[in-house]
């Protein structure tokens, strides 16, 4: 008798539209339209300076009182602010 060791599916989000205490990893970066003066380019090279690389641990600390914007995020133990639309492009689970 076969035993099914299938893992669960990965719920993958945009760390946008995460709430405050989300607590996950990143799995891509996918600069789409951030309606960001930078190039996609360059806001995929910022984002991965910041540390936003596959596989670092996030965790949304803070985030602004209105419109929930900026949010505050550890990342790998360093906290950075981010606005939303730039957190659109950071895909995490």
């Not at 607590?23 to 600069?31: D, F, H, L, R």
């Amino acid at each position: 008798m076969a035993l099914d060791h299938a893992m669960p599916p990965i719920t993958v989000l945009c760390l946008g539209a995460a709430t405050k205490g989300f607590s996950g990893k990143v799995q891509a970066i996918e600069v789409a339209d951030t309606r960001s003066s930078l190039p996609a380019a360059e806001m995929e090279r910022r984002l991965i300076e910041l540390g936003f690389i596959e596989g670092a641990r996030v965790q949304i600390l803070h985030q602004g009182l209105f419109g929930r914007d900026p949010i505050a995020v550890r990342v790998n133990g360093t906290t950075v602010a981010l606005r939303r639309r730039e957190a659109m492009a950071i895909q995490v689970a």
